[in-house]
Every structure is written in structure tokens, then in C-alpha cells.
């Protein structure tokens, strides 16, 4: 598929834009203090139309109805989308912008916040990352890779950092069907929980057209470094070297596991015998009874084919 051109995005100093700044809707652990993605929203609404820009402020109830308000506010010509939130606002940017003329920006406003990490962004400080926005706005954007999923019978779906099969997909799968408790805690104890019965899963791979069959605690395909808050699980992954990276956790004790798993966050794990990772461009993958996760979204079951897509998504930032 052919990358976006970058023809009529590259405005003059001083232009109004039609920005649509889409806010999470669901926090993912709560998020009512100073810095939730609704004051950071109100923030960042208010400082685009402070230097003059033409914003739809784009607020629903739920996850499926903003993306359907971004949807249309794109194909009713938004020149650029700014999404506030964490990975699963960058999730839905991405599948919102993939192979348009649309830039997207990203103010981190999340729990994790990976892509972001990855991208070199402004974490910790809106603030300063809606000045970076205004800055890089008029200017050439830059040309990203995404990885695109296919599954039978289902429209495709883009991710920005990762497709995770495996132990960290148990975890989300887990944590989700809980209502209690609220907030860190409760994905903390979906790790605990599934520790307790962890157990190597067997794969059914294509990868770059080799079959195989593989037993692993778990394999992500990474377009990013990190997930999961900052586990850098291919710390050497970048975002425009038109392939995709891919992590696999041989089967281990849960003694063992445990002892590489404070590794993720350094990057110390790679070159370890029980871990391996290895740059691809398309791996068909399946597992009996497994739900696949991408940037911390539930995708569905699998079997599903994971491909990279060069020069998918323009960002200004």
C-alpha cells in the first residue's frame, strides 16, 4: 500500500486549521483530578482556539460513539485530529487517520501512555505537549509506520504500538471482567492472578511465510518499544523502518518469569536465552482460545494476520 502524500498538509505560519480534538470518554483508571483527560481537554481546546484555530470539541459517553464522532468530523474535512488521552485515544486516532491526509497529534493524558514514549513526546506535562502540537503544526508532518491486523470477516485494524498474544493479553482479558477495584490495583492483581496459573500456550505461526508451530508464555508484535506503562519489551523497534519486531517469551517456571519480567522495564531482558526478538513484516498467528490485544484494546479472538504498514499515519509532534 502506497504511504500518504504530503502534498496541501504543510500550511503557512499563521493559517487557522479545522482541528478535531477528540477526549476520552473512560479514563482507563479513573481520572477526575487536575490532570484527567477531561481538564487536560478543556486545556487543550481552549489553547488551539487561543492561536486561532477552528476546533470541533469532540466529547461522548463511550469509546464506540467518539470514534464514530471523529469518523465523520474527517470525512467532513478536518484538516487534523488531536486525540487526549492514553494509548487507547492513540489506538483510535490511528484507525481514524490510517492512509488519510489527516495528521494526528497526541496529547498524553493516560496511564501508560507508550506511544507517546515511544514518539519522544511530552509525558508528564500537557501543557507543554499542546505547544509542541503548535509548533510542529506548520510544518512537514512526520511519516509513520503502523501495524495493520486482519482477521476473517472483520474490517481491518491499526495499532501503533502492539499486538500482545499471550500472558499480558490474558491480564487485560482478566482485569476487564472486573469491576473492582478501581484504579492500578486492579490490573496489578489480574498479573497476580494469572501467574498463579501460568502455563505455555501453543502457536500456530506463519512468519514472512515460514510455518511453524511455537510454545511461548506469550508473543507480541511491536511497531513501538513499550507497553504496559513503559515495559520495553523491543527497545530497539522504531516507527518508520517499514517492518514490525517480534517478542517471544519461551515457556518458563513462574520462579523464572518472575525474574525476567523486572528486566522489560530496562530493556535487560533482550539476549536472554528465554527471550527472543526478531524484526518481521507479516507473522499469521493463532492460538487456541486466545483474545488478541493491540495498544491495550481488545481486538478478538484469533487467528489473525499482523503485517507491517509503512508510511500508514502522518503526526505533528
Not at 487536575?34 to 470541533?56: C, F, K, N, Y
Not at 484507525?95 to 497529534?105: F, R, S, T, W
Not at 512526520?142 to 495493520?148: E, K, Q, V
Request: aromatic share 6%; charged share 20%; hydrophobic share 45%.
Amino acid at each position: 500500500m502506497n504511504t500518504i502524500p504530503r502534498t496541501s498538509i504543510e500550511p503557512a505560519a499563521g493559517t487557522a486549521l479545522s482541528i478535531a480534538v477528540a477526549i476520552n470518554p473512560r479514563a482507563a483508571f479513573g481520572g477526575k483530578g487536575a490532570s484527567s483527560p477531561t481538564r487536560t481537554g478543556d486545556m487543550v481546546v481552549a489553547r488551539l482556539r487561543e492561536a486561532g484555530h477552528h476546533i470541533s470539541e469532540l466529547r461522548r459517553g463511550d469509546y464506540l460513539a467518539l470514534k464514530r464522532a471523529v469518523d465523520a468530523e474527517i470525512a467532513a474535512g478536518a484538516q487534523a485530529l488531536v486525540v487526549v488521552g492514553g494509548d487507547g485515544m492513540v489506538h483510535l486516532g490511528v484507525n481514524a487517520v490510517a492512509h488519510k491526509n489527516v495528521p494526528l497529534g497526541i496529547i498524553p493524558a493516560g496511564t501508560g501512555n507508550d506511544a507517546a514514549r515511544g514518539l519522544g513526546l511530552e509525558l508528564n506535562n500537557p501543557g507543554a505537549a499542546v505547544e509542541h502540537f503548535l509548533r510542529c503544526c506548520h510544518g512537514g508532518p512526520r511519516i509513520l509506520d503502523l501495524g495493520r491486523i486482519d482477521r476473517a470477516g472483520q474490517e481491518p485494524v491499526w495499532f501503533m504500538g502492539a499486538l500482545s498474544a499471550g500472558f499480558d493479553a490474558l491480564v487485560n482479558e482478566r482485569a476487564n471482567t472486573w469491576r473492582w477495584p478501581r484504579g492500578p490495583m486492579r490490573y496489578n492483581l489480574a498479573i497476580l492472578r494469572e501467574l498463579a496459573v501460568l502455563r505455555p500456550l501453543n502457536y500456530s505461526l506463519v512468519v514472512d511465510g515460514q510455518a511453524g508451530k511455537q510454545q511461548a508464555v506469550l508473543i507480541s508484535i511491536s511497531n513501538g518499544t513499550s507497553i504496559g506503562g513503559g515495559m520495553l519489551i523491543t527497545p530497539k523497534a522504531k516507527y518508520d523502518d517499514g517492518l514490525l519486531d517480534m517478542f517471544v517469551v519461551s515457556p518458563v517456571s513462574r520462579t523464572r518469569f518472575l525474574r525476567i519480567y523486572p528486566l522489560v522495564f530496562s530493556g535487560r531482558h533482550a539476549g536472554r536465552p528465554e527471550v527472543r526478538i526478531r524484526q518481521v513484516s507479516e507473522v499469521i498467528i493463532d492460538a487456541p482460545g486466545l483474545i488478541a490485544y493491540a495498544d491495550g484494546e481488545r481486538i478478538g479472538p484469533l487467528p489473525a494476520t499482523v503485517a507491517a504498514d509503512p508510511g500508514a499515519a502522518l503526526l505533528w509532534g
